[in-house]
């Protein structure tokens, strides 16, 4: 079956531009997650969604938000970027985390410059 | 609250073992291991649920003490394919959100 999609692979934007980053999960998957990645700081939680409905927030400015529509599919986006918000960005699904953790997408790498 | 993994890192000769540890000051409901190499996502390895258990699949297992709040990973005759970090992502009850640990860099050296 297909995995986490996520486009797209590689940005490189200015800053002060804003940015769409775009999730599919796996088939049936309701829940889908956003993670920060970057090496200083790790894997941070950004937020959760589940039938369009976001369940948990991270610590993270008003300038990220997100959304999940009625297909599961998810998209944040990141407005006023700044310098430190270069990172991979990570979306994982899951059908039930308790039973079968999470299956992250390969990430969409933003450069902002 | 962020886990606590340790070792940050280690290098082992392929056939040897080693343990991670991910340790937390809050009480868990669940206790995630996920392997990534360069480049690659996140790859789920298991899940522990409060109450303590024991979980393994070929030679990778893990525990939960839930008394401690600590889980292990272990890997036992470890092979090149192992190499990659691990992270830890701990789960309170209800969140519905994984904070990870800042991982340890696993090296198999042949």
């Known amino acids: 079956k297909a995995g986490v999609t996520q486009t797209p692979r590689y940005l490189i934007k200015t800053r002060g531009q804003q940015v769409t980053l775009s999730c599919s999960p796996i088939s049936g998957h309701r829940s889908v997650s956003w993670y920060q990645q970057t090496p200083g700081q790790g894997l941070q939680f950004l937020f959760e969604?589940?039938?369009?409905?976001?369940?948990n927030k991270g610590n993270f400015p008003g300038r990220f938000s997100g959304r999940q529509f009625s297909n599961s599919r998810s998209e944040m986006n990141v407005s006023t970027l700044e310098l430190g918000d270069s990172a991979l960005y990570l979306c994982?699904?899951?059908?039930?985390?308790?039973?079968?953790?999470?299956?992250f997408g390969s990430g969409t790498r933003l450069t902002v410059v | 609250q962020q886990p606590v993994q340790s070792p940050q890192a280690v290098i082992l000769r392929e056939g040897e073992d080693a343990v991670i540890n991910c340790s937390s000051s809050k009480a868990l409901y669940s206790v995630h291991w996920y392997r990534q190499k360069h480049g690659e996502a996140p790859v789920f390895l298991m899940i522990?649920?409060?109450?303590?258990e024991q979980k393994g699949h070929d030679k990778i297992s893990a525990s939960f003490n839930e008394k401690k709040q600590q889980s292990s990973l272990y890997l036992t005759a470890s092979q090149l394919s192992y190499s990659g970090t691990y992270f830890c992502?701990?789960?309170?009850?209800?969140?519905?959100?994984?904070?990870f640990g800042q991982g340890t860099r696993l090296t198999i050296n042949p």
């Open positions: 992502g701990t789960e309170i009850e209800g969140a519905q959100k994984l904070v």
């Open positions: 522990l649920l409060k109450g303590g």
């Open positions: 994982a699904s899951s059908l039930n985390p308790s039973l079968g953790g999470y299956t």
């Open positions: 969604y589940f039938s369009e409905t976001q369940r």
